[in-house]
């Protein structure tokens, strides 16, 4: 069986950055030991990038979260180094959740990252909704929300809508 991870997010200014948690930085070697499973196997590994541009601010999320992060081409937009390779696909998003999951052919999909009460959980519920009928994970001790409380939220959310939350 085809497996699939899915590291969300895991960008300079959601680790250290503007945007940035200590929880954040205590996951990197996690997701890291995580993606070398995986390398090692020869499954699939998909990053996404969250991706804005010039005049964040003025958009909807900026009006909501009025933090400029993730602008494309800064530091703070990069994945983390050394976590990306080469075969790996690269997912640049506008916003929370990628909406054109349907274009890959999973069969399992495990998703790792940041930040769990939003992108994560986000990218969780898009996917279990498109392909009901696959195994839907999140490893939580690779996750990290924007407070722990919220990031306990977004791993029950999970569990009710059947997404099996491993590593707790």
């Given at each position: 069986m085809k497996k699939t991870l899915i590291v969300v997010d895991m960008q300079n200014d959601f680790i250290d950055g503007a945007l940035g948690t200590e929880e954040a930085v205590q996951i990197v070697e996690k997701v890291r030991s995580k993606?070398?499973?995986?390398?090692?196997?020869?499954?699939?590994?998909?990053?996404?990038?969250?991706?804005?541009?010039?005049?964040?601010?003025?958009?909807?999320?900026g009006k909501h979260l009025p933090v400029v992060h993730c602008i494309e081409g800064s530091k703070g937009w990069e994945i983390r180094e050394g976590l990306s390779g080469e075969?790996?696909?690269?997912?640049?998003?506008?916003t929370f959740g990628y909406i054109d999951w349907?274009?890959?052919?999973?069969?399992?999909?495990?998703?790792?990252?940041?930040?769990?009460?939003?992108?994560?959980?986000?990218?969780?519920?898009?996917?279990?909704a498109m392909f009901p009928e696959i195994k839907v994970s999140v490893d939580a001790g690779c996750c990290a929300g924007v407070t722990v409380e919220s990031h306990r939220a977004a791993l029950t959310t999970m569990k009710m809508c059947q997404v099996e939350v491993i590593g707790e």
């Open positions: 993606i070398n499973e995986y390398r090692e196997r020869k499954d699939e590994i998909i990053f996404t990038r969250d991706t804005h541009q010039e005049g964040y601010l003025n958009t909807n999320e075969r790996d696909v690269i997912i640049n998003k506008p349907n274009k890959f052919d999973f069969e399992e999909v495990e998703l790792v990252g940041l930040c769990t009460d939003i992108c994560v959980v986000s990218n969780a519920l898009i996917i279990k």
